[in-house]
Every structure is written in C-alpha cells, then in structure tokens.
C-alpha cells in the first residue's frame, strides 16, 4: 500500500496521481490522508523514482470535473478521485457518469460544492468597519466544503472598488480594491475581526426581517432547506428565526395576527354625518323613488 498526501491541494493530487498512473497503480494499493488523518492499513512505500510507460488520454472535460470534486470534504476524498480516473484512462467512461455507482457519488459531491458555493453568496453579511486603513467590508462565514477561493470571485462584480475580506475557520479571502488575495490559512486578526464586529444598523435590519416575515406561508422544513440551521448562529437576524417560528404556530398562521395584536379589542367606527341624516343607510338593491312617487 502506498500512502500518500497531497495536503488538500488538487494541483499537488494531479502530479501525485499521474505519476501512479504512469506506472498502472492499481487505486486499491493507493490510499491518501486527509484532513491530517494518516491510514492506519496503508505502508510507508514511496512514489516510483521514475516516470512509467503508460501513457493515459484524459479527456480535458474529466479534469474539470475532478477539480470541482476534490473541493467536497469528506470520507476517500482523494481516493475516490484517483478510482475515475483510473477507470476512464482504461476506457470506462461511465465513472464519469450518474448512472454508474461511482460516478453518481461523484455528481453528488459535485452538486453539494456548488450548493455550498450558493450558500455563501446567500448567507455571507459583510459588515461596514468605520475609517478602517484595511478593508472596508468584513463577513465571517463557515462553509462545509473548501469553496471560498472559487466562489468569492462573485463579490468582485457585487462589491465594486470597495476592499473587504472574508474569514472562515480555515481559510480567508482579501480583495484590496484591485486583486483577491487568497489564504489557506486565515490570519487570526482576520478571524476576530470578522467575528467581533458590530453592525450599527442591525437594530434597523432585525426590525425590517421580523415585519416582513410571512408566518402564513411558514413551511419550517421547506425553509431549513433553503436556510439550513447550521448559518443560523452567524445570521443577525438568525437569532430571530426560532421566535418567529414559535409566534407563527401559537397564533399568526392561525389568525393571520401576532399575539399581541388579536386579543386587542376592535374599535367601533362611527356613523358619517350624511348617514346620520338619513337614519338607517339605504339599501342599494331597493327600488328608488322619484319625487312624484314612481319607481325609477
């Protein structure tokens, strides 16, 4: 068993897993640590010194979308990738596909990375810092898969000529105005800097998110499925969600009120001056007279 790291780096992977290939490794004599985690099955036996003879076609379409999967974390992260590889470079090219038992674990990862991509253009709140020499604009963020670097580009575009930064527990982004810059490892002040900040207009935004929640379409499931709970915690108006919940389903779905509101009594509205003189107000579906007696 070959035992092997790429240090989470899909560049660092390629070479690793050319090399294997060049000389026909089989991927159940490959395992790759991950996360910091070595296998406890795998040797110490190192990469051939030089490069084999077989020569792999690898079509152009299948690196891509080997680089859009290697950014899911989770269990045979890496192994999972060398196994289509290995399987297209020998002519089956259905591991690259949905209806094969790998390549659907495959389109599935994919598919979760470009969730998590949406997820932090939905859910990342940059926060204004006040006659601040570095960035104008701070967000802290906690993506389940390493898509910070792909999926900030999209603030590039929204933020215009403005600096601002985005921090997550691993890594962290930096665009000055005119360059993103990229970290792998996020710098500590960049962490509680992103943490720490106060929003003086979040008094303002919680009290516009609460008038304008809809208690009668509340479909708590539905919901979590677009906000899944784990942002709650970094949302501002996060904190407000499980109330509004509970108000929704001891009183505003059913009346279509807050509690607070439908116990009030009602008021009663006067009579108008013109339906005082008349006395009793006239029914539209009545006959009108005219002055000398005939119906109309």
């Known amino acids: 068993m070959i035992n092997l790291d790429c240090d989470d780096l899909f560049e660092t992977w390629r070479l690793q897993a050319r090399w294997l290939l060049s000389h026909e490794v089989d991927p159940s004599l490959v395992a790759w640590a991950s996360e910091g985690v070595q296998d406890l099955f795998a040797s110490d036996h190192a990469l051939p010194e030089s490069q084999g003879p077989f020569l792999a076609r ?44 790998l390549g659907s674990e495959l389109q599935r990862r994919i598919k979760q990375v470009q969730r998590e991509s949406h997820h932090l253009h939905a859910f990342v709140r940059f926060v204004e810092l006040p006659d601040c020499v570095g960035p104008q604009y701070v967000a802290w963020h906690e993506p389940a898969h390493d898509i910070l670097h792909s999926a900030s580009e999209h603030f590039i575009g929204r933020m215009g000529r403005h600096r601002w930064m985005i921090a997550t527990p691993r890594d962290g982004v930096y665009y000055d105005g005119e360059q993103l810059n990229y970290l792998r490892q996020c710098p500590v002040q960049w962490q509680q800097m992103a ?88 029914n539209p579906y009545e006959p009108r007279m005219s002055p000398v007696g005939a119906a109309e």
């Open 58 to 101: 690898i079509p152009r379409t299948l690196l891509d979308t080997l680089e859009q999967a290697a950014r899911y974390r989770g269990d045979q992260r890496w192994s999972l990738l060398y196994e289509v590889l290995w399987r297209v470079s020998h002519g089956d090219r259905t591991a690259m596909m949905s209806g094969d038992k």
């Open 195 to 282: 943490q720490n900040v106060d929003d003086p207009h979040g008094d303002m935004w919680l009290t516009y998110y609460s008038h304008i929640f809809n208690p009668a379409r509340l479909n708590p499931k539905v919901m979590e499925g677009h906000l899944p709970a784990r942002f709650w915690k970094n949302l501002p108006e996060g904190a407000l969600i499980p109330g509004l919940i509970t108000q929704a389903r001891t009183g505003k779905q059913q009346d279509g009120q807050a509690s607070g509101i439908k116990g009030r009594q009602g008021k009663r509205i006067g009579q108008t001056k013109m339906e005082s003189s008349r006395g009793t107000p006239m």
